[in-house]
């Protein structure tokens, strides 16, 4: 199993320009994330599913939008890049383990520099 | 209050020691509770999940107190590899599976 997957791995966007970030989990799972993670601030939800068809904002949403058409997929999009939207982001996914616990297995994130 | 906070250290400690992290948590209703290892530039990966007996795994210990709101990980004989940043995460009671993540603690090792 690859686990969970992203692309594009880098890239860099100039100020106005659009993107989206795709993420692929090959591992069933019903819940799936955005975070972003900047020096200093730790890790911010942006987007989350609980479930295909199904998106709800997370702690800092504005700027982001995000699909979740296909169980497997979750693409976050940025329609007008602003450099506060550099930083690395993570895409997660995760499933109710035993009870309420519910472990997170992270991809290995997107470094965004938007000039 | 931060709703989990973590002491960011650095902490630098000798091959060999015995080094301890400590948590605290806010929210009374969490029932989840976990220790994630980020190494630089990398995505935090599970370490280990924290109930509420205390639970051990190889040289990483962790403990929880409910009543304190508290979380450590003890780390005997630490190894130059467990040099990386520790993070305290707790679940948002919900049926989202959100979680709450610390800033991390940073353990440095050293020969």
């Known amino acids: 199993n690859a686990g969970v997957t992203q692309t594009p791995k880098f890239r860099v966007l100039k100020t106005g320009q659009s993107m989206t970030l795709l993420c692929a989990q090959d591992m069933n799972h019903e819940y799936m994330y955005w975070y972003r993670q900047d020096p200093g601030m730790g890790l911010r939800l942006i987007h989350y599913?609980?479930?295909?068809?199904?998106?709800a904002k997370g702690e800092v949403p504005d700027g982001y939008n995000v699909s979740r058409l296909k169980k497997q997929n979750f693409l976050l999009g940025l329609e007008s890049a602003a450099p506060s939207q550099t930083s690395v982001y993570f895409c997660?996914?995760?499933?109710?383990?035993?009870?309420?616990?519910?472990?997170?297995?992270f991809g290995p994130g997107t470094r965004l520099t938007v000039t | 209050r931060k709703e989990v906070e973590q002491d960011p250290g650095p902490f630098n400690v000798p091959e060999g020691a015995t080094v301890a992290f400590n948590c605290t948590y806010s929210?009374?209703?969490?029932?989840?509770f976990f220790w994630y290892r980020q190494d630089c530039r990398k995505e935090p990966k599970l370490l280990m999940s924290v109930y509420s007996s205390g639970n051990e795994d190889g040289r990483f210990t962790a403990q929880l107190n409910r009543a304190s709101q508290y979380i450590s990980l003890l780390i005997r004989d630490s190894k130059l590899s467990d040099s990386a940043t520790y993070l305290c995460?707790?679940?948002?009671?919900?049926?989202?599976?959100?979680?709450?993540f610390g800033q991390g603690t940073t353990l440095q090792v050293k020969p």
């Open positions: 599913s609980v479930g295909e068809g199904t998106t």
């Open positions: 929210n009374s209703a969490s029932q989840s």
């Open positions: 997660a996914s995760s499933y109710r383990h035993t009870g309420t616990t519910y472990e997170q297995y």
């Open positions: 995460v707790v679940n948002i009671p919900s049926n989202t599976g959100k979680l709450i």
